[in-house]
T-cell receptor, first 113, second 111 residues
Framework: GDSVTQTKGPVTLSEGTSLTVNCSYE??????LFWYVQYPGEGPQLLFK?????EKGSNRGFEATYDKGTTSFHLQKASVQESDSAVYYC????????????FGKGTKLSVKS | AQTIHQWPVAEIKAVGSPLSLGCTIK??????LYWYWQATGGTLQQLFY??????VESVVQLNLSASRPKDDQFILSTEKLLLSHSGFYLC??????????FGPGTRLTVL
């Protein structure tokens, strides 16, 4: 079945430093890849999606390239802010008749000022 | 603009008691609807999905049931809660089986 493996957290960074959250996926389908972000006590928000292989998605300074060759979709940001503190999920989907999203286990990011 | 509302915001219930959680989507006609469960500190697991009124498919069996009585409403329920039902319940919608948008969630504590 489909699976997603991402950087195990928690990750603690200082403001202004760079972030990389690794994500690799396995699927026999042709998926769209997503990054979602979840703030404490809230539902996940779509950060961005990339429906096509070898294309890049970006939003709020975050970006990721859908690399079909290495089956990777690493999340990067050049300079994190305290407000970026949240849990980040690499997500594979939608797949199957139920449009199932397969979530990674999440990476909790804490940014210190 | 579309809005998604979940109720209640939080519940504290006793083991063996019944439960009903609701979700309403406004501003979108005939969306696909989904229920997810998230254990504290855990990832999201899809429970149910619905493509149309009156039609619900189960993805994971957790002694829960779901119904879609109206186009814009999705209900999650059980007659007898278990301790393992504690967690964060999220409703989501999508169009054409594409990206999903989540509601604010309901925090359930079973004692």
């Amino acid at each position: 079945g489909d699976s997603v493996t991402q950087t195990k957290g928690p990750v603690t960074l200082s403001e202004g430093t760079s972030l990389t959250v690794n994500c690799s996926y396995e699927t026999k389908q042709y998926p769209t890849l997503f990054w979602y972000v979840q703030y404490p006590g809230e539902g996940p928000q779509l950060l961005f999606k990339v429906p096509k292989a070898n294309e890049k998605g970006s939003n709020r300074g975050f970006e990721a390239t859908y690399d079909k060759g290495t089956t990777s979709f690493h999340l990067q940001k050049a300079s994190v802010q305290e407000s970026d503190s949240a849990v980040y999920y690499c997500v594979l989907g939608p797949g199957g008749s139920n449009a199932k999203l397969t979530f990674g286990k999440g990476t909790k990011l804490s940014v210190k000022s | 603009a579309q809005t998604i509302h979940q109720w209640p915001v939080a519940e504290i219930k006793a083991v063996g008691s019944p439960l009903s959680l609701g979700c309403t989507i406004k501003g979108k006609s005939s969306p696909n609807l989904y229920w997810y469960w998230q254990a504290t500190g855990g990832t999201l697991q899809q429970l149910f999905y619905s493509i149309t009124v009156g039609q619900v498919e189960s993805v994971v069996q957790l002694n829960l049931s779901a119904s879609r009585p109206k186009d814009d409403q999705f209900i999650l329920s059980t007659e007898k809660l278990l301790l393992s039902h504690s967690g964060f319940y999220l409703c989501a919608w999508s169009l054409h089986n594409y990206e999903q948008y989540f509601g604010p969630g309901t925090r359930l504590t079973v004692l």
